[in-house]
Nanobody, 115 residues
Framework: QVQFVESGGGLVQPGGSLRLSCAAS????????MAWYRQAPGKQRELVAR???????NYADSVKGRFTISRDNAKKIVYLQMISLKPEDTAVYYC?????????WGQGTQVTVSS
């Protein structure tokens, strides 16, 4: 059974930093491109960052230079380091496969950027 468990969110002031983690199970983790997505209130879920099995990364324009995605294949964890956070980064953040997401999504982790 595919399962993703996200953690690390919270309330942070503009300009602050957070590091999100996502533990995956039920998949051959090292073989998959993995990604972080986010969904803000009233908006559709969007792709934030993606990392291939070989470690190549790409980012949404809105987060380039501020977010860094990484992975630990031994631990089956994908990370999202976020710096210089802005109020518009406020959303629930999810991880999933980066090309064809599984239908099973985790509960996500809430990130709120506010003063």
């Amino acid at each position: 059974q595919v399962q993703f468990v996200e953690s690390g969110g919270g309330l942070v002031q503009p300009g602050g930093s957070l590091r999100l983690s996502c533990a995956a199970s039920g998949i051959l983790f090292s073989a998959y491109t993995m990604a972080w997505y986010r969904q803000a209130p009233g908006k559709q879920r969007e792709l934030v960052a993606r990392i291939s099995s070989g470690g190549n990364t790409n980012y949404a324009d809105s987060v380039k230079g501020r977010f860094t995605i990484s992975r630990d294949n031994a631990k089956k964890i994908v990370y999202l380091q976020m710096i210089s956070l802005k109020p518009e980064d406020t959303a629930v953040y999810y991880c999933n496969a980066g090309t064809s997401p599984f239908t099973s999504w985790g509960q996500g982790t809430q990130v709120t950027v506010s003063s």
